[in-house]
C-alpha cells in the first residue's frame, strides 16, 4: 500500500548529492521589488538574452508593458531542441493568455538529467530568471516551469527542489526525475501518451502516482497520442495554471 512517508522515501532514493562547487539545484533569483531596468524587451517580440552560445529566448506578448506584472511561464525543451524554436511554438499562447515565455536551451544537446538538479542546467537557468526579473515585471505568486520529455524529467527534479519558487510545475511526457530535496508544494500537472512508444504510458501513470501519494496536488492527464505536445494538454495545463 502507498502511503505518504514510503513514496517520500521513494522520492528520496533518487537523491543525488550536492556538487563540490555549490550547485545544491536551489535557485537564488527571484523577481525584483524595483522598477524593471532598460533595455526592456519588446512587445510581441523574441530577445535573445546574450548569455551564451546556447542562449535564453524571453518572448514578451504584444500587450507587454514593463511595468505591468506578468505571469511567467519557464519553458524546458526536449531532446536537441533549444529555446528559441520553443519560445516561437508558446508565442501565440502568450499572446492569447497575456504571459511571459521564458525558454533556456540547456548546456548540450540535452537537460542534464542524470545529475538534476544540481548541474550547470540548473545555473544557467538561474542566469536567465535573473536577466528576466531585471527588466520585467513578475507576478511572483504566478510562476510556473513547464518541461516537455527530457525537460519534463528536469523541470519535476528542478520545480520540486524549488517548490517555494515555482507555483505550477508541469511535466509532459517525462521519464523520470530525481530530488535531492523538496521545499514547497507546487501544484503538479502531469501529461503521458497512452500510445507513446519513447517514454512508456506506465511511466507517466506513476510518476502521478508516487507524487500524488507523497501530498502534492497532481492534475494527471492522459492522451490519446503517442511522445508529443496536444494542444488539449498545453490547453489544460495552461489553464490550471492561470486559472
Same mark, same amino acid.
Given at each position: 500500500?502507498?502511503?505518504?512517508?514510503?513514496?517520500?522515501?521513494?522520492?528520496?532514493?533518487?537523491?543525488?548529492?550536492?556538487?563540490?562547487?555549490?550547485?545544491?539545484?536551489?535557485?537564488?533569483?527571484?523577481?525584483?521589488?524595483?522598477?524593471?531596468?532598460?533595455?526592456?524587451?519588446?512587445?510581441?517580440?523574441?530577445?535573445? !538574452? $546574450? *548569455?551564451?552560445?546556447? %542562449?535564453?529566448?524571453?518572448?514578451?506578448?504584444?500587450?507587454?508593458?514593463?511595468?505591468?506584472?506578468? /505571469? +511567467?511561464?519557464?519553458?524546458?525543451?526536449?531532446?536537441?531542441?533549444?529555446?528559441?524554436?520553443?519560445?516561437?511554438?508558446?508565442?501565440?499562447?502568450?499572446?492569447?493568455?497575456?504571459?511571459?515565455?521564458?525558454?533556456?536551451?540547456?548546456?548540450?544537446?540535452?537537460?542534464?538529467?542524470?545529475?538534476?538538479?544540481?548541474?550547470?542546467?540548473?545555473?544557467?537557468?538561474?542566469?536567465?530568471?535573473?536577466?528576466?526579473?531585471?527588466?520585467?515585471?513578475?507576478?511572483?505568486?504566478?510562476?510556473?516551469?513547464?518541461?516537455?520529455?527530457?525537460?519534463?524529467?528536469?523541470?519535476?527534479? !528542478? $520545480? *520540486?527542489?524549488?517548490? %517555494?519558487?515555482?507555483?505550477?510545475?508541469?511535466?509532459?511526457?517525462?521519464?523520470?526525475?530525481?530530488? /535531492? +530535496?523538496?521545499?514547497?508544494?507546487?501544484?503538479?500537472?502531469?501529461?503521458?501518451?497512452?500510445?507513446?512508444?519513447?517514454?512508456?504510458?506506465?511511466?507517466?501513470?506513476?510518476?502521478?502516482?508516487?507524487?500524488?501519494?507523497?501530498?502534492?496536488?497532481?492534475?494527471?492527464?492522459?492522451?490519446?497520442?503517442?511522445?508529443?505536445?496536444?494542444?488539449?494538454?498545453?490547453?489544460?495545463?495552461?489553464?490550471?495554471?492561470?486559472?
Amino acid at each position: 500500500m502507498l502511503t505518504r512517508r514510503s513514496c517520500l522515501a521513494a522520492l528520496a532514493v533518487l537523491t543525488v548529492p550536492a556538487r563540490a562547487d555549490g550547485t545544491d539545484g536551489r535557485l537564488k533569483a527571484r523577481p525584483s521589488l524595483s522598477p524593471p531596468q532598460p533595455p526592456a524587451p519588446r512587445a510581441g517580440d523574441f530577445t535573445p !538574452l $546574450g *548569455l551564451d552560445e546556447r %542562449d535564453a529566448t524571453l518572448y514578451a506578448p504584444k500587450s507587454f508593458v514593463p511595468q505591468t506584472a506578468l /505571469p +511567467l511561464l519557464v519553458i524546458l525543451h526536449g531532446s536537441g531542441g533549444n529555446g528559441h524554436e520553443t519560445a516561437a511554438a508558446l508565442a501565440s499562447e502568450a499572446d492569447k493568455r497575456n504571459l511571459l515565455v521564458l525558454a533556456p536551451s540547456s548546456r548540450r544537446s540535452t537537460w542534464d538529467v542524470h545529475h538534476a538538479p544540481a548541474c550547470d542546467d540548473t545555473l544557467f537557468i538561474d542566469r536567465a530568471l535573473a536577466w528576466t526579473f531585471g527588466r520585467t515585471t513578475i507576478d511572483a505568486k504566478r510562476i510556473a516551469l513547464m518541461g516537455l520529455s527530457d525537460g519534463a524529467a528536469f523541470a519535476l527534479s !528542478l $520545480g *520540486l527542489a524549488n517548490g %517555494d519558487f515555482f507555483s505550477d510545475v508541469q511535466s509532459l511526457s517525462a521519464s523520470t526525475f530525481h530530488v /535531492p +530535496l523538496t521545499i514547497g508544494k507546487p501544484r503538479i500537472f502531469v501529461s503521458h501518451g497512452r500510445r507513446d512508444h519513447t517514454i512508456p504510458f506506465a511511466t507517466g501513470q506513476r510518476i502521478a502516482g508516487t507524487l500524488s501519494a507523497a501530498g502534492y496536488d497532481v492534475m494527471f492527464r492522459p492522451f490519446d497520442g503517442g511522445h508529443e505536445l496536444t494542444k488539449d494538454c498545453l490547453d489544460a495545463a495552461l489553464d490550471r495554471f492561470l486559472g
